[in-house]
């Protein structure tokens, strides 16, 4: 039932309609915490608390709050609210204070948001900017208000991004371990690379000493038989002489004396000339560049990172201009005893910055060639004339055979090439490119594109009749296969999917193309002796070299910024030669 309003004045009554009288009545907020409940006749304004006549002395004379505004019982009663009020025995608070571990924690600072003990308020929290509440006056709020729903669900989040987070690395923790098992493996198998090295320029070295030992006993031999002869000749002679000396036979000891004379002179120049046999004593003197290898490398390589990510769209790029510079030219003309014709590189492609393939067609071979000292280091002889070459690994390559329609794989091992397998494939095909396990051919007889796996599988074909003339040369990245193709004077883009997405038609006679590193295609265009660089949408193009002398191949290698190219005049001076350009 209704409470009269003088009552509810009289005993500073809560919004509570119903109940007893005990649990209508205000009792003294201070007194609550530690101590009897007694009515409260005051109010603290300033404290936001009820107080009884004891704890409103002690308010007044305390040197923190004798200046806050105290009402009477009256007055406090007519300005109260009821949500001021404190109705209830207060929950023991248990919760100790982490600076003042003998104090429990009671009081809330909402500017600072923090939970405090009477020592904390009194220390720290006493200024007027500090609004200090009584945890046990607010904390019956919170009951029926969104705040703890609001927590509760964050927590519920924090607990599923952890549980997310935990089973993502846990994942990737798994793929990298397995990458690991992998590492482990190829670094077995460069070790074992090394020592296959090593056992052959030991062997080497052996077989050197072996041949010098065989021509030393040789030397000797000769020089053995040599001196017993003369030794034999000499004595017969000898005895001879005296034989006639003591029988007096003077003519014949006239005329063996003389014949002794003149195998003296013949047999002078057979000791003379078995003395001028060299016979050295040799000792052995270490490489130092493979002695002090092992002291100046740290590590036997380094592990790089792969991508986890799939690689998104290249974005078409702008043509900018790039300062270009001669860096000078390496001879890649080698001798055999099959071929020496003059060189016509058709392929290449880099394995490392340092390490480039590339194909001499009329010299139906494969070469090495090292960048850094400019020279051929291994060559590898075939039967049939080469084509273009593309990297399947940094150990493997797959060249093209035209005219036998075959794709030989080639490995590279100890710095040298030695032939694999060898797949068969339908066409006519010159360009190949591979990228993520997949080979791209492309065939002007008949005109198509075909993407293989390296099992030989066709996985896609590509008819060309209305797209492609004579498509030459093909190059690739994840997102793009180019063409070049010199009939129809143009660079066509297509996606994996055979789509066609851009075209470029301003050229003569495109022939060796290379993708750059920010998605551009250099191109050599053979009929106006320039090379373009084509923006990665085929929308535009600018030429970057010129006044070269018929380019046809060419390779880009992006640590160095250098682009390394291949000559066809039919002059040995030019086609002889990798012209080498640096771009800035």
């Known amino acids: 039932m209704a409470v009269p309003r003088k009552k509810m004045q009289k005993h500073f009554s809560t919004s509570s309609s119903t109940g007893s009288d005990e649990n209508r009545r205000v009792y003294c907020q201070s007194c609550d915490r530690d101590g009897p409940r007694l009515p409260a006749q005051g109010y603290c304004v300033d404290c936001k ?40 025995q207060p929950d023991k608070l248990k919760t100790r204070c982490p600076k003042h571990m003998k104090e429990m924690i009671k009081f809330y600072c909402q500017n600072h948001l923090a939970l405090l003990c009477s020592v904390c308020v009194t220390l720290e929290h006493t200024g007027t900017s500090c609004k200090v509440n009584y945890i046990p006056d607010i904390s019956g709020q919170i009951l029926y208000n969104k705040e703890h729903q609001d927590i509760l669900k964050a927590m519920d ?62 030397t000797l031999k000769i020089v053995e038989t040599t001196c017993n002869d003369v030794t034999k000749s000499l004595k017969a002679s000898s005895d001879k002489i005296k034989h006639l000396i003591t029988t007096k036979q003077a003519d014949q000891f006239f005329i063996e004396l003389k014949l002794a004379e003149q195998m003296i002179q013949d047999h002078e120049k057979r000791v003379h000339k078995s003395a001028a046999y060299g016979v050295k004593v040799y000792k052995f003197k270490p490489n130092k560049a493979i002695a002090t290898v092992l002291d100046k490398e740290k590590s036997l390589g380094t592990f790089t990172e792969k991508s986890l990510k799939q690689s998104s769209p290249l974005p078409a790029v702008d043509i900018k201009h790039r300062q270009t510079s001669h860096q000078g ?30 194909t001499d067609r009329n010299n139906y071979t494969v070469k090495m060639v090292d960048t850094r000292s400019q020279s051929v ?63 791209v051919v492309s065939s002007i007889d008949p005109v198509k594109l075909q993407i293989l796996d390296t099992n030989g599988t066709t996985l896609k074909t590509v008819k060309g009749e209305n797209l492609f003339s004579r498509p030459l040369y093909v190059t690739t990245n994840t997102n793009y296969i180019y063409v070049s193709d010199c009939d129809m004077r143009t660079i066509t883009r297509l996606n994996w999917q055979g789509k066609v997405t851009g075209s470029y038609d301003g050229l003569d006679y495109p022939c060796g193309i290379t993708l750059s590193d920010d998605g551009a295609v250099f191109a050599c265009d053979y009929g106006r002796n320039v090379i373009e660089k084509i923006a990665g949408d085929c929308s ?12 046809y191949a060419v390779c880009w290698c992006a640590e160095t910024s250098k682009l390394y190219i291949g000559c066809k005049t039919d002059q040995a001076k030019q086609d002889n030669f990798l012209q080498v350009f640096k771009l800035s």
């Not at 397995?178 to 090394?194: C, H, P, W, Y």
């Not at 090439?417 to 993520?436: A, E, N, P, R, T």
């Not at 535009?540 to 380019?551: E, F, M, N, Y």
Request: charged share 25%; aromatic share 4%; hydrophobic share 30%.
């Open 49 to 88: 608390e009820n107080l009884c006549a004891t704890c409103s002395t002690h308010h007044k004379r305390h040197t923190l709050s004798r200046h806050h505004n105290l009402l009477d019982e009256k007055s406090a009663s007519e300005t109260l609210s009821s949500a001021s009020l404190h109705p209830r």
């Open 157 to 218: 989040t924090i607990t599923e991004q952890c549980h997310k987070k935990s089973t993502d690395v846990k994942k990737i923790t798994a793929k990298s371990n397995n990458s690991l098992t992998d590492v482990s493996a190829d670094i077995k198998k460069f070790r074992k690379e090394i020592n296959q090295r090593l056992d052959e320029l030991e062997k080497q070295a052996n077989d050197a000493a072996k041949t010098i030992k065989q021509e030393n006993d040789k």
């Open 329 to 358: 030219k390496i001879c890649v003309k080698t001798y055999n005893s099959r071929y020496t014709w003059s060189c016509w590189i058709t392929g290449m492609t880099l394995l490392t910055p340092d390490l480039l393939i590339i």
């Open 377 to 439: 280091t291994h060559q590898l002889q075939l039967d049939i004339w080469p084509w273009d070459i593309t990297s399947v690994s940094n150990t493997e390559l797959a060249v093209l055979h035209p005219d036998d329609q075959i794709i030989q794989f080639i490995s590279v091992s100890s710095n040298k090439l030695k032939k694999k397998k060898m797949l068969g494939i339908s066409g006519q095909c010159f360009g190949i490119s591979c990228c993520q396990g997949k080979l």
């Open 540 to 551: 535009t193009g600018k030429v970057v070299l010129k006044d070269l002398k018929h380019p």
